[in-house]
Antibody, heavy 124, light 111 residues
């Protein structure tokens, strides 16, 4: 069974850092581009960042560029999101999502598998 | 950069047909594929349409997608509405800087 399990969320003070992880199983992780997508309470989906299968291509939303860093460890079947200088507006449920085509661009192909998400709350 | 604008909510009766629009603010809607995701309350999103009008396996043919260059919009049409179709629906594309763009979402009520 293809599965994505996010972890690392929690309550953090504004200005602090947090690192999210996404453990992948049931597919050949290093073949697929991956994404982080977030959803603030009661709000819509917001794309955060995407990374190609070999980390050669990476993109960020303007709202997080310069503060967040996406990375992956294909040997560990894991995706990460390092979040620095956190703000109240970063409070959200953070989803990890897989793209559908092997070795495809992260932005071009749709997201076919999503995790259940991990909650990040930024508050003093 | 562009935005994808969706109606905040739509409602229709079971058995009827509903169409949800997704209008691109600048640039051609035909330039980049549009996907549609369904998110039921308390659940993660799932794909119902990809590449403008393609259905993933397992998605019933009651779901269809299209694009209209004259209105610069994409549409998701659901026919034979069922109560289980009640959900939030999001369109998605990407821009020239390779950033993924989501629409604001449409809440579908089947009453």
């Amino acid at each position: 069974e293809v599965q994505l399990v996010e972890s690392g969320g929690g309550l953090v003070q504004p200005g602090r850092s947090l690192r999210l992880s996404c453990a992948a199983s049931g597919f050949t992780f290093d073949d697929y581009a991956m994404h982080w997508v977030r959803q603030a309470p009661g709000k819509g989906l917001e794309w955060v960042s995407g990374i190609s299968w070999n980390s050669g291509s990476i993109g960020y939303a303007d709202s997080v560029k310069g503060r967040f860093t996406i990375s992956r460890d294909n040997a560990k079947n894991s995706l990460y999101l390092q979040m620095n200088s956190l703000r109240a507006e970063d409070t959200a449920l953070y989803y990890c999502a897989k793209t559908t085509v092997p070795h495809g661009d992260y932005y071009y192909y749709y997201m076919d598998v999503w995790g259940k998400g991990t909650t990040v709350t930024v508050s003093s | 950069n562009f935005m994808l604008t969706q109606p905040h909510s739509v409602s229709e009766s079971p058995g009827k047909t509903v169409t949800i629009s997704c209008t691109r603010s600048s640039g051609s809607i035909a330039s980049n594929y549009v996907q549609w995701y369904q998110q039921r309350p308390g659940s993660s999103p799932t794909t119902v349409i990809y590449e403008d009008n393609q259905r993933p396996s397992g998605v019933p043919d009651r779901f269809s997608g299209s694009i209209d260059s004259s209105s610069n919009s994409a549409s998701l049409t659901i026919s034979g509405l069922k109560t289980e179709d009640e959900a939030d629906y999001y369109c998605q594309s990407y821009d020239s800087s390779n950033r993924v763009v989501f629409g604001g979402g449409t809440k579908l009520t089947v009453l």
